[in-house]
């Protein structure tokens, strides 16, 4: 299920926070002790509060993962492409972007799969791609269509490769256990392939996949400008 959260603004105080503590704060000591060890007590101990304090910033563990999230996705540069056409390079530098991120925070992409975030940096990303997008001639409905379809490949991937480290490694310490069952070391054998060949063969076939923007199309001489991509993208994302 997916949640959608509104929070209240940053300078918004509650009766009877402390004086001591701010929202910021709060995010500066759960970023220090990242999402994979995220929980309110951890947080209030780093700031040498009661526990119960925190609840006059935040509502609860998700909404402060949200928070922490959203600072981290704005290390995220969006770059237009230098020519219309190289449009993919945009998004595959957006996904190698992503990638990093989601590596060096664990927790992160597995945290952002059910949750549907309208903080101030997600929403910039989100802007910031659908710039790219609808510069080069994508419909925003479809360009909105690519970007979120792009980010459920990506955290998927991200979050299944973060819970299969372990398994990971036992496979490259020794052998599978399963000779002679052929779909399962081929299986075992696509684990251990390097993240990076198979990272690319996603998101290449992603890219792949995804149709050119479609061109205007004038009408002859007189008449008036007949833009045929209306009908095709409604028809894309099942608009009648």
Not at 104 to 114: D, H, M, N
Not at 119 to 135: A, I, Q, S
Not at 200 to 212: K, N, R
């Amino acid at each position: 299920m997916v949640v959608r959260m509104t929070y209240a603004a940053d300078g918004q105080r509650r009766r009877g926070r402390p004086p001591r503590l701010s929202r910021d704060h709060i995010v500066d000591a759960a970023c220090e002790l990242r999402i994979e060890n995220l929980t309110m007590a951890a947080v209030a101990e780093r700031l040498g509060v009661t526990h119960q304090s925190l609840y006059g910033w935040v509502q609860d563990r998700d909404e402060l993962i949200d928070l922490v999230s959203d600072r981290l996705i704005g290390r995220i540069e969006i770059l237009p492409p230098a020519d219309p056409a190289d449009w993919r390079d945009s998004l595959r530098s957006y996904a190698n972007g992503l990638r990093r991120l989601a590596e060096e925070t664990p927790g992160f992409a597995t945290a952002g799969l059910g949750r549907f975030r309208t903080l101030d940096g997600f929403e910039k990303v989100n802007h910031d791609v659908l710039r790219v997008l609808t510069d080069v001639g994508f419909e925003p409905p479809m360009a909105q269509r690519i970007y979120d379809s792009l980010n459920s490949l990506l955290l998927g991937w991200l979050a299944r490769e973060e819970s299969l480290i372990a398994v990971r490694q036992r496979l490259s310490t020794g052998s599978s256990g399963t000779s002679g069952r052929l779909i399962t070391d081929l299986a075992a054998a696509e684990l251990r392939a390097p993240a990076d060949e198979r990272f690319e063969f996603l998101i290449h076939s992603f890219l792949a996949g995804m149709p050119d923007p479609l061109p205007t199309r004038l009408a002859p001489a007189g008449g008036v400008v007949i833009d045929i991509r209306d009908d095709l993208v409604g028809q894309a994302i099942g608009v009648e």
